[in-house]
């Protein structure tokens, strides 16, 4: 399965190494949650977050599918 993970903010920190931009292509084998595909890279779990996927906002239980296009951003504040 290959998809393409988006990161924004400071979550393009979690890149994997050498990659720059914000988006790279991911291929595994089996399914995966948001969740899990987030935690490979490192990401804490307990970091808030906006998941999108193809554009429509998901819970981390999000099962990935192949081609999906998965976006995720650090939660706006402003006032």
């Keep these: 399965m290959e998809i393409e993970l988006r990161l924004f903010g400071a979550f393009r920190d979690y890149l994997p190494e050498g990659r720059a931009g914000f988006a790279v292509k991911l291929s595994f084998q ?3 949650t948001a969740a899990e595909i987030m935690a490979d890279l490192g990401f804490p779990s307990d970091a808030p977050r906006i998941i999108l996927v193809k554009g429509s906002h998901v819970d981390e ?3 990935a599918r192949d081609g999906d296009v998965i976006s995720v951003f650090p939660p706006l504040g402003g006032g």
């Design 61 to 63: 239980s999000y099962l």
């Design 30 to 32: 089996g399914e995966k």
